[in-house]
């Protein structure tokens, strides 16, 4: 309040501006003291490992990135790094709060949502081959990251290697309107509607905010229940149920499996780690945009890189941008805490398929 501070000043200071726009009354006071619920060490972490990041990837044109650490219980933002700071041309810019594509970071709340509705298990097959899908506007012709095809693959395979042909086809199972809704439910302000984005909604062609997007993986570590997050302390998290608690387990249950990994990420990806965890990367088109979105039994962890002025990396994806910073937050997170893998709720069955 008492001067003006530069993008780099400071270890949060798009939090801080937050904070005082939210108590004109206390900042014209000039109290001593605004609090937060930010963690210092952990945020100084964060702060620390995405600009490493951004200095080894200095050569492939990647400047910004952004990284948000919730609490699951309480919604409570343990960390809150909005931009790379003195590394960033545009350090102003609130990589939290900025609108992005997400790419393959919906799937796991398509896949949800088609579990809920009966439509699919862990273990039905789908079929990852070429396909022509009628529109309005012509043929939708979806291709997978390495352009190849595995043929006949389980669900469990498909989200957990991100294969981008069945996903699409389960959003027609689905609907683009009834996807679209479920997004909305879940704290996902997208400006348009289903019919707009249509069937590449399943490989998130509309833009979201980091806040918004680790919120709704928040739901996921919670049984599908919803609450707004909370950067001053005091607030008491509301839940409401946004998706069936059993497809929300099913789909915690396949990405921390790290053998449906395999056949995109190989055996031993930075997204396996020590301790239970469950976890998402996604790549926008072009590579405008990579994302690493997960969570263990106590924190929702969520990473964007890019370039905040929409230039496209140079081969950067998910796992190779922001997935090292995620690992190593929660890491730190858990470097003496354990993290449990959640309990089937009722009405989960578990059973060898064959």
């Known amino acids: ?27 014209s006071a000039m109290q001593d003291t605004l609090r937060s619920t930010l963690d210092g060490a952990l945020q100084r972490l964060a702060v620390e490992s995405l600009q490493r990041q951004m200095r080894e990837l200095r050569g492939r044109n990647v400047t910004d990135g952004a990284v948000l650490v919730l609490d699951n219980a309480s919604g409570e933002v ?92 389960s959003l027609v199972m689905v609907s683009p309107d009834a996807f679209f809704a479920q997004l909305r439910r ?6 348009e509607s ?45 839940f409401t149920q946004a998706l069936d608690a059993g497809a929300a387990f099913i789909v915690g249950d396949i990405l921390a499996d790290a053998n449906a990994r395999v056949p995109t990420f190989g055996s031993d990806s930075v997204l396996n780690t020590r301790f239970w965890s469950a976890v998402k990367t996604g790549t926008s088109k072009d590579m405008r945009d990579n994302w690493a979105m997960g969570w263990s039994q106590r924190y929702t962890v969520g990473v964007w890189v890019g370039n905040a002025g929409g230039s496209p990396m140079h ?24 993290s449990h893998a959640p309990r089937p709720p009722a009405g989960v069955l578990r059973q060898p398929v064959r």
Not at 196 to 219: C, D, M, T
């Open 1 to 27: 309040a008492r001067r003006a501070f530069t993008p780099s000043d400071g270890v949060a200071p798009h939090v801080a501006r937050r904070l005082l726009a939210s108590a004109p009354a206390q900042a």
């Open 78 to 169: 343990l960390a809150w790094v909005g931009s790379s700071g003195e590394l960033s041309q545009a350090a102003e810019v609130d990589g939290v709060l900025a609108l992005r594509q997400p790419g393959s970071t919906l799937k796991p709340f398509l896949y949800a949502q088609a579990i809920a509705q009966r439509r699919l298990t862990a273990a039905s097959l789908v079929h990852d081959a070429p396909a022509q899908i009628a529109t309005a506007g012509g043929l939708y012709i979806p291709q997978n990251y390495d352009r190849q095809f595995k043929g006949w693959v389980s669900v469990r395979q498909a989200l957990g290697s991100s294969l981008n042909v069945p996903a699409v086809r």
């Open 186 to 191: 879940l704290g996902l302000a997208l400006r």
């Open 194 to 238: 289903g019919g707009y984005y249509g069937y590449s909604l399943a490989l998130g062609s509309s833009e979201v905010r980091l806040l918004e997007l680790a919120n709704a993986y928040r739901a996921l570590a919670n049984g599908g229940r919803v609450s707004p997050v909370a950067y001053a302390p005091g607030a008491r998290a509301a």
């Open 315 to 338: 081969d950067v994806s998910g796992s190779s941008g922001a997935a090292p910073i995620w690992a190593d937050v929660m890491a730190w997170l858990h470097r003496g805490a354990p």
